[in-house]
């Protein structure tokens, strides 16, 4: 089946650095959007990503679709405590196949 | 804008006992999805209703899950019996959808979820 890689899975960085998450996959995919989930939540959408090549920012946070389909990237500017969490990459296709796939999530700490 | 509420959130059940898990999408919503999230994982998706219509319940382990959603808004997953490896998070999701060419309305949001915890 389809697989989307994210690593490392856990991160560790200081507040007020800039992070950046990267995530691949095998397949492409028409939309890349990234979740955040935090203890006992569910996925909150952080950003969507709809067209090969976008660059779309969201505050602090920036994604971009790559060119060829397959891969996404999330950057956090400035981190702050709150940034803590879980964040997953996900791919949809579009249409009578719209289930997303997901990553495994990296594990963002930030160090006071 | 309320969004998507599930109950119960959290769930202990002994194994081989029934479970239900409840969801109620975003008003407007036309798609639900369930997903079962392993310790570890991301979600994976179980089953996709557009409307009261089951469009994809490929990944649904018929044997012992079965869904509902009898007037296209809320939804019921079960569980019967329920097994050791059934423990997880079950979250629920809806978007617009669907619009197979316009992806905003596809996208979906996700409700806390129900963590069950079979003994």
């Known amino acids: 089946g389809q697989q989307l890689n994210q690593s490392p899975q856990s991160m560790f960085i200081q507040e007020g650095e800039d992070v950046s998450m990267n995530c691949t996959s095998s397949?492409?995919?028409?939309?890349w959007l990234w979740y955040k989930q935090d203890p006992g939540e569910g996925p909150v959408l952080l950003i969507a990503?709809?067209?090969?090549?976008e660059l779309t920012s969201n505050g602090r946070l920036t994604a971009q679709f790559g060119i060829t389909r397959k891969d996404s990237f999330l950057n956090i500017s400035a981190s702050i405590p709150s940034d803590v969490g879980i964040y997953f990459c996900?791919?949809?296709?579009?249409?009578?196949?719209?289930?997303?796939?997901f990553g495994k999530g990296i594990t963002l700490s930030v160090r006071p | 804008e309320a969004g998507v509420v599930q109950s119960p959130r959290y769930k202990i059940i002994e194994k081989k006992q029934p479970v239900a898990f409840w969801c109620n999408p975003i008003?407007?919503?036309?798609?639900l999805y369930w997903y079962r999230q392993n310790l570890g994982q991301g979600p994976e998706l179980l089953i996709r209703?557009?409307?009261?219509?089951?469009?994809?319940d490929s990944q649904l382990p018929k044997d012992r899950f079965s869904a509902e959603r009898l007037k296209g808004v809320d939804s019921t997953l079960k569980i019967q019996p329920a097994e050791l490896g059934d423990s997880a998070v079950y979250l629920c999701?809806?978007?617009?959808?669907?619009?197979?060419?316009?992806?905003?309305?596809?996208?979906?949001?996700f409700g806390p979820g129900t963590r069950l915890l079979v003994l």
């Open positions: 008003s407007g919503h036309n798609t």
């Open positions: 999701a809806s978007s617009l959808g669907p619009a197979p060419w316009q992806v905003v309305e596809e996208t979906q949001y």
């Open positions: 996900a791919g949809q296709q579009t249409g009578a196949n719209s289930k997303l796939t």
């Open positions: 990503l709809y067209k090969a090549g």
């Open positions: 209703y557009e409307n009261e219509e089951a469009v994809d």
């Open positions: 397949s492409i995919f028409n939309t």
